[in-house]
């Protein structure tokens, strides 16, 4: 299995090109289902999430073209089904049941189950379908819905879901009347997903707040212009924060610094050293970092999604940080890791106490999930010597060529297998 190696220690600085979004291509590749005809995107990273997402589309019938600017063709769509191999590789394949409710009145999804972050229930995509007119049934397995015809219903959210928004906003769009979600997601890549909607013949107002406001209408089609995907606020976020802990400068360009707000003003918060420009964001830093208490909350709030990789920074921060993990239940996988680096952290409930430290030394560590692994990244950077973190096909669902954009801004970091040797004998022994 692929390891990634870094020999940690150098300040890391100079540009990085951020990717589309995964979590905004993902939604909008499903969503394509719901307006027949060829659709074309582009900045849609290349990514394993990606690609499953792909092959999910392929099940179902609708061909798709890789290339700068993505082609898919869902003109026909011949099964209404989402297996459980897809969904257990990746949890948004749930995503396909709004889509397939709305075009083919019935869709049979398997039930994702836990992961590694916490339980994750799908009951508020449920519930707000069901207000739209959807039936369900829970059956090995699967969760079977059929609808008739949508109708538009005013729902709100009992929790704050993104995927649970998206699939309701999906089915919405082709509802008979108004649609009115309160309490819904106002993440940007919500917004992203209603803009591609909107350029397909939807009807959305509000989307990005916490009230968005639905017209149904009675078809939907393919949009004659490229939707392009927003940029990728986590990662993002994830190379700005190596550009402080390393103690170099980086300089993320190709982002919307609106959707990065929180994040800066973390970063400015710690002491980091932070310029924004009308489509760039850097941050960077010449020496430790102050201590500071996060708090993650849906957007606007601090995203769950940047908590471990603020952690590592805070684990070399001078003085001692709280963080608290209000979104998921078990979002700390990574500090145990993070502590065989040297942190010092203390975990208690949803809250973890970081003791910062003046250097971490690099060990093997292990991937729990995508942003644990970003995480594990960006302690390996900062911490003195060779660090090597197994099951790296984590940050290939959410990084693109995270090896050659760390390696272009001057990390020392290469892919390894796992098992392999590290220490090879000196010569006058291996003869
Ligand atoms: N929840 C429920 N019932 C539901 C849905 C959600 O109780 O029906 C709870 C969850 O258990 C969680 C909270 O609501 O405690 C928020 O979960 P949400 O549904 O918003 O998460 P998600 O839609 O499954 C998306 C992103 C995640 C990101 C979260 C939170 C995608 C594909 N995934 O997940 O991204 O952490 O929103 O912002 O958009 C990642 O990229 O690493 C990642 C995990």
Not at 6 to 19: C, E, K, Q, Y
Not at 318 to 328: A, D, L, N, P, Y
Request: aromatic share 4%; net charge negative; proline share 5%.
């Amino acid at each position: 299995m692929d390891t990634l190696l870094l020999d940690g220690g150098r300040p890391l600085s100079g540009v990085v090109r951020i990717s589309g979004a995964k979590n905004a291509s993902l939604p909008i590749l499903i969503a394509t289902v719901v307006a027949p005809g060829e659709h074309r995107l582009r900045n849609v990273p290349e990514l394993v999430d990606t690609s499953s997402m792909l092959s999910l589309l392929g099940r179902i019938g609708c061909a798709s073209l890789l290339g700068e600017t993505m082609r898919v063709d869902t003109s026909r769509v011949a099964f209404c089904e989402a297996p459980y191999d897809l969904v257990r590789k990746m949890r948004a394949s749930v995503l396909a049941l709004g889509p397939l409710l709305a075009r083919c009145g019935e869709a049979h999804v398997s039930l994702p189950g836990g992961c590694a972050i916490g339980s994750r229930p799908i009951d508020q995509h449920l519930k707000g379908l069901e207000a739209l007119g959807c039936r369900f049934e829970l059956d090995g397995g699967y969760v079977h819905g059929r609808v008739d015809r949508l109708r538009g219903a005013e729902f709100a959210f009992d929790v704050v879901t993104v995927t649970g928004t998206e699939n309701v906003l999906m089915a919405a769009v082709l509802a008979d009347g108004t649609t009115v979600l309160d309490n819904a997601a106002a993440e940007p890549e919500v917004e992203d997903l209603a803009r591609f909607l909107v350029g397909c013949g939807a009807r959305i107002e509000g989307a990005g707040t916490s009230r968005i406001v639905v017209h149904g209408v009675p078809s939907l089609k393919a949009s004659p212009v490229a939707h392009a995907v927003l940029p990728d606020r986590i990662e993002a976020g994830t190379y700005l924060v190596a550009g402080v802990i390393s103690r170099g400068n980086i300089r993320c360009e190709d982002v919307r610094p609106a959707d990065l707000a929180p994040v800066i003003e973390v970063l400015r918060a710690v002491g980091a050293e932070v310029e924004v420009g009308p489509d760039w964001v850097s941050a960077g830093a010449d020496g430790r970092v102050r201590a500071v208490d996060i708090e993650t909350a849906p957007h606007p709030g601090f995203p769950t999604d940047m908590q471990a990789q603020l952690m590592a920074l805070l684990s070399l921060a001078k003085g001692t940080s709280r963080v608290t993990e209000t979104i998921f239940e078990n979002r700390f996988m990574h500090a145990a890791e993070l502590v065989r680096l040297g942190a010092q952290i203390h975990i208690d409930g949803r809250a973890a106490t970081i003791i910062g430290q003046p250097t971490l030394s690099g060990a093997t560590v292990m991937a729990t999930d995508l942003r644990a692994s970003a995480s594990l990244v960006l302690a390996g950077l900062a911490a003195e010597g060779r660090t090597e973190i197994l099951r790296l096909y984590h940050l290939d669902r959410g990084y693109e060529r995270l090896v050659e954009k760390l390696s272009a801004v001057g990390a020392a970091v290469e892919r390894g297998q796992e098992g392999r040797p590290r220490f090879a004998a000196p010569a006058a022994v291996a003869g």
